[in-house]
């Protein structure tokens, strides 16, 4: 599996010196539904180091930086293209190539 980044996402992480991007499954439970969802964001040193050593996720070399990738199964393409997508103030991580 290849992680490839674009562009944008990866000038951003030069930029602001970002180094680490968590990959994980977040569930909303509701008395009526249950969804869960595929999640990217950006960590910082320490809590990369705790999803490490307590969560159990592996570290992987990204093209810029370090991928966190969860102990439990996760589909993933050949290729997972990752992206930077931006409103306003906020930098969201977009990610293709992955799925529950």
Request: no cysteine; charged share 35%; proline share 0%.
């Given at each position: 599996m290849i992680f490839e980044y674009s562009?944008?996402?990866k000038h951003y992480m030069h930029r602001t010196?970002?180094?680490y991007i968590l990959i994980e499954v977040?569930?909303?439970d509701t008395s009526d539904l249950e969804v869960s969802e595929i999640a990217t964001r950006f960590v910082d040193k320490k809590m990369a180091e705790h999803?490490?050593?307590?969560?159990?996720?592996?570290?992987?070399?990204?093209?810029?930086?370090?991928l966190l990738l969860p102990p439990y199964p996760i589909k993933y393409?050949?290729?997972?293209?990752?992206s930077?997508?931006?409103f306003l103030f906020f930098h969201?991580?977009?990610?293709k190539g992955m799925k529950l």
């Open positions: 562009d944008k996402l010196h970002k180094e977040v569930t909303a999803y490490i050593t307590k969560k159990r996720f592996r570290q992987v070399e990204g093209e810029i930086g370090k393409s050949d290729t997972v293209q990752l930077l997508r931006s969201l991580i977009t990610q």
